[in-house]
């Protein structure tokens, strides 16, 4: 897991992300967006349930999207405005870099996780 500054940065620019529109919400949106080519990056929450962590991590495994594990599924819902969520995807490329970027320069911080 992250410290809380690297949290509070990445909740931060998911947030802001959102307002741009440039991050999807949820296991369906997420799976939309790898269909179409779109996803750059994604984040999913190792806590979220089983069942949609099944929908959606082996079609981002076959399309090769990174995936980042780093907060949890109400970390990630509270970064963009929901209770809880399982994945969040990145649709923009230099989004993507920041947010890699907040990962790695935190304690431990390897950019990307194997899922």
Do not use: Y
């Not at 947010?99 to 304690?107: F, K, M």
């Amino acid at each position: 897991m992250i410290d809380t500054v690297v949290t509070r940065r990445l909740s931060g620019l998911l947030g802001l992300g959102l307002r741009g529109r440039l991050v999807v919400v949820g296991v369906e949106q997420v799976r939309n967006a790898v269909e179409r080519g779109r996803l750059v990056l994604a984040f999913v929450a190792p806590d979220g349930s089983r069942h949609s962590r099944e929908k959606v991590v082996p079609l981002l495994r076959a399309r090769r999207v990174p995936v980042l594990e780093h907060l949890s599924a109400e970390l990630l819902g509270a970064a963009v405005g929901r209770r809880t969520t399982t994945a969040v995807g990145i649709i923009d490329r230099q989004l993507a870099n920041g947010l890699r970027e907040i990962v790695a320069s935190g304690p431990g911080g390897t950019p990307e996780e194997a899922v």
